[in-house]
């Protein structure tokens, strides 16, 4: 066990040897085995000579750290900044003083901001990920089929449709959601279903609060329908206690399609649905798909 008497004289040594230019090695082997916790302690803020600095890539990143770490920043912060590993960073500022503790309102406004960087780079990355993901499920679809368009026709009316209760049977097609991708589904469906157009009618759900001109604009062009089929908007009371999120100018409420004399064409949609949902009519496996 060194005492701190030894400890001190460690210290003059090494600084002393360390300003002659010597390296790391050098000085273990004038001075002794010891541990390299030991030397870079007595080595603390004495910088290494020039001769052992070797040049690469990263000199740029390394000066940055150093300035980093003199304006306070720990390794963390610094790795955040500059995008490299937190060991890196350590590795090129563990010579330099620790910095003071800074306060809680200033930690919290220095991890605030290496939080924003970080998410200004990934959040890009994690869109494009997304996308591409997207784009390569898009691509295996490819185009449905008529059989594959009742199919998800079907399933579609059975998740978001009206269906008819034991206790209350109303064998009538009523579908409403507020995606327009999902209308122009549904809508397709029913085209494939043999369903005329013109023996549909619409109706919108919106808030009262909300632009409902400009909600009839927008659904009569996702459905190519004449104004003639639109019912009146059906307005829902605004509650100022309540803190909603479909706001703004992406909000269009939802839309209410309801087909006329649709009662076979609901039994087909019940029929459809069961069988797509029948666990025990799984496909059979083609050649090769043998386990």
Same mark, same amino acid.
């Given at each position: ?6 400890? %001190?004289? *460690? /210290?003059?040594? #090494?600084?002393? &040897?360390?300003? !002659? @230019?010597?390296?790391?090695?050098? $000085?273990? +082997?004038? =001075? ?26 990263? %000199?740029? *990143? /390394?000066?940055? #750290?150093?300035? &980093?770490?003199? !304006? @306070?920043?720990?390794?963390?912060? $610094?790795? +955040?900044? =500059? ?47 997304? +996308? ?160």
């Amino acid at each position: 066990m060194r005492t701190s008497q030894d400890l %001190d004289h *460690l /210290r003059h040594q #090494a600084v002393l &040897l360390r300003r !002659q @230019g010597k390296s790391l090695r050098q $000085i273990k +082997a004038i =001075l002794g085995p010891m541990s390299n916790a030991t030397l870079h302690d007595a080595l603390r803020g004495e910088p290494p000579p020039e001769w052992t600095r070797r040049p690469n890539a990263k %000199d740029g *990143l /390394r000066i940055r #750290a150093r300035e &980093l770490r003199d !304006q @306070g920043l720990d390794y963390e912060e $610094i790795a +955040a900044t =500059l995008g490299v590993a937190k060991s890196s960073a350590s590795l090129w500022v563990r010579d330099l003083p620790v910095p003071e503790r800074l306060s809680y309102t200033e930690c919290r406004k220095r991890s605030a901001e290496g939080a924003r960087r970080y998410w200004a780079a990934e959040r890009p990355a994690r869109e494009a990920r997304r +996308a591409a993901v997207c784009d390569a499920a898009a691509a295996q679809i490819g185009s449905l089929t008529s059989r594959e368009l009742l199919i998800a026709g079907a399933i579609a009316y059975w998740c978001e449709g009206a269906k008819s209760k034991s206790h209350r049977r109303s064998d009538r097609v009523t579908f409403i959601n507020s995606d327009p991708h999902l209308i122009r589904l549904f809508l397709r469906f029913l085209d494939a279903a043999g369903t005329a157009r013109t023996d549909l009618s619409f109706r919108i759900y919106i808030h009262e609060s909300a632009d409902v001109a400009s909600a009839q604009r927008f659904w009569l062009e996702i459905t190519e329908a004449p104004a003639g089929q639109f019912r009146t908007p059906t307005l829902k009371r605004h509650n100022p206690k309540t803190v909603r999120k479909n706001v703004g100018e992406d909000y269009h409420g939802c839309l209410r399609i309801d087909a006329r004399r649709s009662a076979d064409l609901y039994r087909k949609i019940e029929g459809w649905a069961a069988s797509s949902m029948d666990a025990s009519r799984a496909a059979d496996p083609k050649p090769g798909d043998e386990r």
